[in-house]
């Protein structure tokens, strides 16, 4: 909804630009990490996941880059597009089931 | 194909109320879950379910119950309700993949209690 993600970190850039999103997670023991993508008043959807084996994996205009050292992830989206507008939220599993989520970061695309 | 469906998307309740928040699924996933959306604060697991009668608390079960009788639906109860309570709900399910667990996400149901 429109009221979610006031006090959202932000990040602004151009149509055509690169973006990059980045992500702190809290858990080390963390093994499997998600990348989320929400527009307003939709639920999120499934964008790029990577296992904590590897630190880097491609998708179509999307790249997620991980580092266990200093337990951070990055969102890289090739050639930003006005749809590319939404909250990024990245999350991790330790292993089990539950999926914990990181506070979202506000994309805007401008034109 | 409908995925997971919430219903209702928009609920005002009073102080003490109770309600349930549904949630259903056609896509035979055995994880569901529960969420609670704040400004600023990203998506808080409330509850979650492994499979039809199991399930466990999240981060924030507190003022909220679950049961899974089936393996499609997954009802969330406001037992009293309170002005913390206001909220974006959102279910969620999966395949179940222990430490893989992609979520298809319901379009969410806003709570608002005065």
């Known amino acids: 909804g429109e009221s979610v993600g006031l006090h959202l970190p932000t990040l602004s850039v151009q149509e055509g630009d690169n973006s990059i999103i980045n992500c702190a997670y809290s858990?080390?023991?963390?093994?499997?990490f998600i990348w989320y993508k929400q527009e307003s008043g939709k639920g999120p959807q499934f964008i790029i996941d990577?296992?904590?084996?590897?630190d880097k994996r491609q998708g179509q205009r999307v790249t997620v880059l991980l580092n266990k050292t200093v337990k951070h992830l990055s969102l890289q989206i090739a050639a930003t597009q006005p749809g590319d507008s939404a909250v990024y939220f990245c999350?991790?599993?330790?292993?089990?089931?539950?999926?914990?989520f990181g506070a979202g970061t506000r994309l805007f695309v401008k034109a | 194909n409908a995925g997971v469906t919430q219903t209702p998307k928009f609920q005002v309740l009073k102080t003490g109320q109770s309600m349930t928040l549904q949630c259903a699924q056609d896509?035979?996933?055995?994880?569901m879950s529960w969420y609670r959306q704040d400004p600023g604060m990203g998506l808080r697991l409330i509850h979650y379910?492994?499979?039809?009668?199991?399930?466990d608390q999240g981060e924030v079960p507190n003022g909220y119950n679950v049961s899974r009788s089936t393996t499609e639906d997954f009802p969330l109860r406001l037992l009293s309700a309170a002005p913390s309570q206001t909220s974006v709900y959102f279910c969620a399910s999966s395949l179940g993949d222990r430490g893989a667990n992609v979520l298809t996400f319901g379009a969410g149901s806003r709570l608002t209690v005065l």
């Open positions: 990577i296992r904590s084996n590897m």
């Open positions: 858990n080390s023991a963390s093994d499997y």
């Open positions: 999350a991790e599993n330790t292993g089990g089931f539950k999926t914990i």
């Open positions: 896509m035979n996933h055995e994880y």
């Open positions: 379910s492994v499979g039809a009668g199991i399930t």
